[in-house]
């Protein structure tokens, strides 16, 4: 009984800290700039040792899915960074003070859908108020 117990719980344990396995390369839209662009991202490793190496129009990105927070400078402002994975799912929590608005909160899901597409959710928070939901997604090549 107690290796059936044990063996349950590595189970869930290895599916509630699964990483997506986002390898591949994939066209975007980027709304801002109103253009499609190509990402490519690879990935070496698994669990808190897995990292995602991404490279689209501004250059490469290293993320490590290791639940600890890092310094990170986004659009000029020094924020703090933390990346994990859950249900299968990459999480990017990010958050710091931007002089012209204050506290700033991020909260990114990032995973592949049943086409195997990859898509994106991202709450932003300032000051304690909520926003909508960004949705966006990317098409595999």
């Given amino acids: ?8 719980f590595l189970i869930m344990t290895t599916t509630v ?30 669990g808190v040792n897995t990292v995602y190496r991404v490279k689209d129009y501004d250059g490469i990105q290293v993320v490590k899915a290791n639940n600890q927070w890092v310094d990170v400078i986004e659009d000029g402002v020094a924020m703090k960074m933390k990346t994990y994975c859950s249900d299968n799912q990459l999480n990017l929590l990010m958050n710091g003070k931007v002089q012209t608005v204050g506290q700033v909160d991020v909260h990114a899901i990032i995973g592949l859908d049943s086409a195997n597409n990859l898509f994106t959710f991202t709450q932003t928070t300032v000051n304690d108020q909520s926003y909508p939901v960004e949705e966006s997604s990317c098409t595999r090549y």
Avoid at 1 to 8: D, P
Avoid at 37 to 46: A, L, P
Wanted: charged fraction near 25%; proline fraction near 3%; glycine fraction near 8%.
């Fill in 17 to 46: 800290f699964a990483c997506p396995e986002l390898s591949g390369t994939f066209e975007c839209f980027d709304e801002e700039q109103g253009q499609y662009y190509d990402m490519v991202i690879t990935q070496k490793g698994s």
């Fill in 1 to 8: 009984m107690k290796k059936v117990i044990t063996l349950a």
